[in-house]
């Protein structure tokens, strides 16, 4: 099963940066679907939102109408880490961000994944 190790998050001006990691281990496919969500305050694990996406073979990315333009998702050249840069950070932005894994095709639904980062807390507040 994949294991993912989050870090990153904090507290972010409006209009600022920051980007959030996902430390990646225990791939045993070759397709997978890995996915930022945000979870907002008040919410439970099931409303969670998908913010990013990022299929593995193909590479392609996806993103959440709004964070289009502002939010990069990546991985590192050794594919062990997945990136969410996040730019132009606004309030509604705030929440808690999990990395997510399945293996094959990618959904928007937080329950058909299988893999889950511990959460990091993004604050945005000037």
């Known amino acids: 099963e994949v294991e993912l190790v989050q870090s990153g998050g904090g507290l972010v001006q409006p209009g600022g940066s920051l980007r959030l990691s996902c430390a990646m281990s225990?791939?045993?496919?070759?397709?997978?679907?890995l996915a930022w969500f945000r979870q907002a305050p008040g919410k439970v694990r099931e409303q969670r939102e998908r913010?990013?996406?990022?299929?593995?073979?193909?590479?392609?990315?996806d993103y959440a109408d709004s964070v289009k333009g502002r939010f990069t998702v990546s991985r590192s050249d050794d594919k062990n880490t997945l990136f969410l840069q996040m730019n132009n950070v606004k309030p509604e932005d705030a929440g808690s961000y999990f990395c997510?894994?399945?293996?094959?095709?990618?959904?928007?639904?937080?329950?058909?994944?299988?893999?889950w980062g511990q959460g990091a807390q993004v604050t945005v507040s000037s």
């Open positions: 913010v990013a996406t990022l299929t593995t073979a193909p590479v392609t990315t």
């Open positions: 997510a894994a399945r293996a094959g095709d990618c959904s928007f639904v937080p329950g058909y994944f299988h893999s």
């Open positions: 225990g791939f045993r496919y070759v397709n997978y679907c």
